[in-house]
T-cell receptor, first 112, second 114 residues
Framework: AQSVSQHNHHVILSEAASLELGCNYS??????LFWYVQYPGQHLQLLLK??????LVKGIKGFEAEFIKSKFSFNLRKPSVQWSDTAEYFC??????????FGSGTRLQVQP | SAVISQKPSRDICQRGTSLTIQCQVD?????MFWYRQQPGQSLTLIAT?????????ESGFVIDKFPISRPNLTFSTLTVSNMSPEDSSIYLC???????????FGPGTRLLVL
């Protein structure tokens, strides 16, 4: 069965610390990968996406993610977090024009 | 991208009643999806709604409980029928835009069932 796993459920960082959130997927065939962010009280926003090509993708707000096919991973990174990055982060995947399968989410808390 | 609105934004309902949630998109889209986000949990797909065909439901969701309409390419409704407290969730619609595989989400409808 298709699945997406996020192993970090709650991460607490100080401002300026580096961030890496793990995401692993279990899919057969070609997979599209996404990171979404949900700021407190706001709706889901797309951070970045990977369909094909360069495995290192850059998104909004300084975030990037690396697709490592051999590890079935799509980890999200940011070199220096800010207090405004406090949010819940969801990794998601699909194949073709199909609905998304979401991971369980990671709650990031950045302390000033 | 697309601008997606949902009505109502939130509601408090009594057990046994039904609520219809509307999703409006500012452009024509073929594929629309309805998700549920239960408190403290991730998003779970309820159904896929394509214009001109019956909605396709995921395992654990049935049409009698969550009837969906898709009358045109910019609008859809999801009804939560005969509600119980376990239906308290955020309900979100999403659309696929531009012929690609990227989905954009509405702001959600926060439902509390007493």
């Amino acid at each position: 069965a298709q699945s997406v796993s996020q192993h970090n459920h709650h991460v607490i960082l100080s401002e300026a610390a580096s961030l890496e959130l793990g995401c692993n997927y279990s899919y057969g065939g070609t997979v599209n990968l996404f990171w979404y962010v949900q700021y407190p009280g706001q709706h889901l926003q797309l951070l970045l996406k990977y369909f094909s090509g360069d495995p290192l993708v850059k998104g909004i707000k300084g975030f990037e993610a690396e697709f490592i096919k051999s590890k079935f991973s799509f980890n999200l990174r940011k070199p220096s977090v800010q207090w405004s990055d406090t949010a819940e982060y969801f990794c998601a995947a699909n194949t073709g024009r199909r609905a998304l399968t979401f991971g369980s989410g990671t709650r990031l808390q950045v302390q000033p | 991208s697309a601008v997606i609105s949902q009505k109502p934004s939130r509601d408090i309902c009594q057990r046994g009643t039904s609520l219809t949630i509307q999703c409006q998109v500012d452009s024509q889209v073929t594929m629309m999806f309805w998700y549920r986000q239960q408190p403290g949990q991730s998003l779970t797909l309820i159904a896929t709604a394509n214009q001109g065909s019956e909605a396709t439901y995921e395992s654990g969701f049935v049409i009698d409980k969550f009837p969906i309409s898709r009358p045109n390419l910019t609008f859809s409704t999801l009804t939560v029928s005969n509600m119980s407290p376990e239906d308290s969730s955020i309900y979100l619609c999403s659309v696929e835009v531009g012929g690609g595989e990227t989905q954009y989400f509405g702001p959600g409808t926060r439902l509390l069932v007493l």
